[in-house]
T-cell receptor, first 109, second 116 residues
Framework: GQNIDQPTEMTATEGAIVQINCTYQ??????LFWYQQHAGEAPTFLSY??LDGLEEKGRFSSFLSRSKGYSYLLLKELQMKDSASYLC??????????WGAGTKLIIKP | TAGITQAPTSQILAAGRSMTLRCTQD?????MYWYRQDLGLGLRLIHY???????GKGEVPDGYSVSRANTDDFPLTLASAVPSQTSVYFC???????????????FGPGTRLTVL
């Protein structure tokens, strides 16, 4: 079967750095997405990786290793507004998105 | 632009009743999707449409039907609601419509449905 694993919940301090990991086992791979979802709101796009390596976009970076079936989202200089769930999703061989359950990130002052 | 709108925002429905969740996008995207999101689970695809006039089944299609008469609208119908269909429903769209697209999906605000 297809599987996306992420930690259920993480806690970090305002101003610090946090890394959210995602491991996947899917039938085929056509890219990996990270989305942010604030409580009660819609998911919003953060990043897309299809090649190995690090993609940096402001305070957020996303890393992919296809050989290891592994990605992480790195958030720097954490702000209270970063408190949200972070969803990892893999585009499989049928070009359908397989979603992880999400990681709830709690930021403390 | 409004992007994607969904209606209603929330609804309480008696089991056995039918209901249509509405979704409209103004981005002229080819592909549209319906997901349900349940606590502790990832988003699960119910139905999708790669382009107007075509639809396909996702991971959890049973008990739901869709239509895609035009580019903008993608309604989801529950013919006879059951309590297990209590969930938050998200509509999404993406530009690519070939069925082999890596385009980003954009989400509507969601409909919170409770079936009693």
């Amino acid at each position: 079967g297809q599987n996306i694993d992420q930690p259920t919940e993480m806690t970090a301090t305002e101003g610090a750095i946090v890394q959210i990991n995602c491991t996947y086992q899917t039938s085929g791979f056509n890219g990996l997405f990270w989305y942010q979802q604030h409580a009660g709101e819609a998911p919003t796009f953060l990043s897309y990786n299809v090649l190995d390596g690090l993609e940096e976009k402001g305070r957020f970076s996303s890393f992919l290793s296809r050989s290891k079936g592994y990605s992480y989202l790195l958030l720097k200089e954490l702000q209270m507004k970063d408190s949200a769930s972070y969803l990892c999703a893999v585009l499989d061989s049928n070009y359908q998105l397989i979603w992880g359950a999400g990681t709830k990130l709690i930021i403390k002052p | 632009t409004a992007g994607i709108t969904q209606a209603p925002t929330s609804q309480i429905l008696a089991a056995g009743r039918s209901m249509t969740l509405r979704c409209t996008q103004d981005m002229r995207h080819n592909a549209m999707y319906w997901y349900r999101q349940d606590l502790g689970l990832g988003l699960r695809l119910i139905h999708y449409s790669n382009t107007a006039g075509t639809t396909g089944k996702g991971e959890v299609p049973d008990g739901y039907s869709v239509s895609r008469a035009n580019t903008d609208d993608f309604p989801l119908t529950l013919a006879s609601a059951v309590p297990s269909q209590t969930s938050v429903y998200f509509c999404a769209s993406s530009d690519g419509g070939s069925g082999r697209s890596t385009d980003t999906q954009y989400f509507g605000p969601g409909t919170r449905l409770t079936v009693l």
